[in-house]
């Protein structure tokens, strides 16, 4: 009987241990989706349609842009601020350029400030839904395409935003073909 219950313990633990790595391993893209899902943490909602009406409220929307440490791009707003109708469908554009002798993939992270603007900014398409491969020397404009959901006018702590600022880190992609190009040679700083 010992025995048995000896073997039941390890099986629970054993269980425990598998489901308890599972976890781990599933909880990025579990947060990243629930953050898309619901704007918690300034995460901008992704729309599949733009709303059937346009305000005459502006809000002005700031567009920011970052390179992580070890990519060799420049990447910047080609307008940096945009005045916005509370509805109205925006298309934002930047401008990324690849300064390294290799070809190179990144992968931009988003978010928008103030945090309680992030259930009302909602992407139609972007350029950081996907990965970006840009080739040595390489310039290309990447646009977004966004809208302020009406119903920021109905939520008493939105309602007082009068600027968001959108703002985007560029990170090299770490896995795959692209991070081994990557790390056979120190890439070039570039601007």
Known sequence: MRR?????????????LLFMGAAAWAAVPLYQLFCQVTGFGGTPMRADQIPNQVFDRVITVRLDSNVAPG???SFVPVQRTMDVKVGENMLGFYTAHNASDKPITGTATF???????GPY????DCFCFTEQTLQPGETVEMPVSF????SIMDDREADRIREITLSYTFYPMTSGPQAKVQTT?????GG
């Open 147 to 150: 809208f302020v959901d009406p």
């Open 111 to 117: 978010n928008v400030s103030p945090y309680a603007a």
């Open 121 to 124: 900014f909602a992407k139609i």
């Open 185 to 189: 040679k120190e890439p070039k700083t």
């Open 4 to 16: 048995t219950s000896n073997g039941r313990v390890v099986l629970v633990c054993i269980s425990a």
């Open 71 to 73: 990519l060799p791009w």
